[in-house]
């Protein structure tokens, strides 16, 4: 894969975008987390991306030069695509870790994003850039701490997701950076709609016993609540899915990927304020063997 014809940067307003970014979807996330026992995956997916849609079309509206559609019809696909596995794997997560172990294991991104950048663009990986992934895994691995008799499948997802996330950031800065903003999360949402709805009726197929879970059990009763609720996740989406598609296109993935461990933080503050949860010393150890990891990685290239 070439990279796509080059424009300046604009790294002021990258980095700006990307830490807004990491607030809005890290509080999104905790809130993902506080009402998993409420509502069913899909559930989130469908209602949430039908309050931004309108959001995003009003937008464009406003920006009638915005509704061009892209050449790279086929690559925002794919992209989206990717995003919405991603956060697939990193949502089923959530209920089955704490959310700083959740995000630092997610926050191996500039790691994956340095092996990819290898593999699909082939630049070079330097000794500094393996020592980086050597010491990414062992932070994982002292964060998670998974034991022979005792290994928790839900543990990788947060690393799939990583491996998605970096791939859909290449796919931005690379096929996709010509492409509105806008646009790019307008395909996403739809995305997020067209999944929800199918795994909702496919759900509806199931036998009832089985219907239960973050994943396959029925959608919920909303009251006013669960409402303000929803509404807030989609000020969190749209903020997310418009900052990170503005982010890497003006700036390096290798640059903003270092402002975007800024999550990692915000994750553990909400983490202390919403569930209590304050990593031990070992996990402390491990989250900063990660960030180190990444900050490696990232001067490597």
């Known amino acids: 894969m070439q990279p796509a014809k080059p424009r300046p940067d604009n790294l002021p307003l ?15 996330d905790a809130l993902i987390k506080l009402t998993s026992s409420s509502f069913v995956i899909w559930q989130i997916f469908v209602i949430r991306s039908l309050i931004v849609i309108p959001c ?13 559609l ?38 191996t991104l500039p790691i994956f994003l340095t092996l990819f950048s290898a593999l699909v663009i082939g630049e ?10 050597a010491l990414g895994f062992l932070g994982v691995l002292l ?4 034991r022979l008799g005792d290994f928790n499948a839900f543990a990788l997802l947060p690393l799939i997701a990583a491996m998605l996330y970096a791939g859909a950031m290449i796919l931005t800065r690379t096929r996709c950076r010509e492409a509105s903003p806008l646009l790019l999360s307008l395909a996403l949402n739809i995305g997020f709609v067209v999944t929800g709805g199918l ?15 973050f994943l396959l059990a029925p959608w919920a009763g909303m009251g006013g609540a669960e409402w303000l609720s929803m509404a807030l996740l989609a000020g969190a989406l749209l903020i997310g899915s418009i900052g990170a598609a503005i982010a890497y296109q003006n700036g390096p993935p290798a640059v903003i990927g270092a402002f975007d461990f800024a999550y990692v933080a915000f ?35």
């Not at 990258?14 to 890290?26: D, Q």
């Not at 995003?56 to 061009?68: A, D, Y």
């Not at 964060?143 to 998974?146: E, G, H």
């Open 199 to 213: 795994a909702a009726a496919g759900i509806a197929l199931l036998p009832a016993g089985a219907r239960q879970g």
């Open 124 to 133: 070079r990986i330097t000794r500094l850039g393996w020592i980086a992934v």
């Open 70 to 107: 892209p050449a790279a019809t086929g690559w925002v696909a794919l992209r989206s695509a990717m995003l919405v596995a991603m956060w697939i794997c990193y949502y089923l997560a959530l209920p089955h870790l704490s959310l700083p172990a959740a995000a630092a294991a997610y926050y």
């Open 143 to 146: 964060i998670l701490r998974p």
């Open 267 to 301: 994750a553990v503050l909400w983490g202390a304020v919403f569930f209590a949860e304050l990593p031990d010393l070992i996990s402390a150890i491990g989250m900063a063997l990660i960030v180190g990891a990444g900050i490696l990685s990232l001067r490597s290239r």
């Open 14 to 28: 990258a980095v700006g975008v990307i830490l807004v970014t990491v607030l809005a979807l890290s509080l999104g």
């Open 56 to 68: 995003l079309l009003t937008l464009l509206l406003i920006r009638p030069g915005r509704l061009r």
